[in-house]
């Protein structure tokens, strides 16, 4: 397994932006297609961004797809979720994840590290 932890989370007003970083280590990043996931109070946790080893493909959920950017940088074993147009319905808990095997990469069971989580809080 890789060790995770997120960074960037914070309050920020609706409209305004954010940038989560989750560092990586233990084992060989680029090996691994890394996501990212959020749970607001009261909800399952879901799906919001992945990126694939080389981080040539990238997924994200409907919900996000235009306002937040994942990214990499194999190099600092780091994956980025850039946040732009936060809104309030964005309101949760940050998960980043890490996944060696498969190709579901929108679905919880496909990873097998996740870090701590990171709040993000986008008041109206």
């Known amino acids: 397994q890789v060790q995770l932890v997120e960074s960037g989370g914070g309050l920020v007003q609706a409209g305004g932006s954010l940038r989560l970083s989750c560092a990586a280590s233990?084992?060989?990043?680029?090996?691994?297609?890394m996501g990212w996931f959020r749970q607001a109070p009261g909800k399952e946790r879901e799906f919001v961004a992945a990126?694939?080893?080389?981080?040539?493909?990238?997924y994200y959920a409907d919900s996000v797809k235009g306002r937040f950017t994942i990214s990499r940088d194999n190099a600092k074993s780091t994956v980025y979720l850039q946040m732009n147009v936060l809104k309030p319905e964005d309101t949760a808990v940050y998960y980043c994840?890490?996944?060696?095997?498969?190709?579901?990469?929108?679905?919880?069971?496909?990873?097998?590290?996740w870090g701590q989580g990171t709040q993000v809080t986008v008041s109206s």
């Open positions: 994840a890490a996944s060696e095997f498969g190709s579901r990469f929108r679905s919880k069971s496909q990873y097998d590290s």
């Open positions: 233990g084992r060989t990043f680029s090996n691994y297609a």
């Open positions: 990126i694939s080893g080389s981080g040539a493909a990238t």
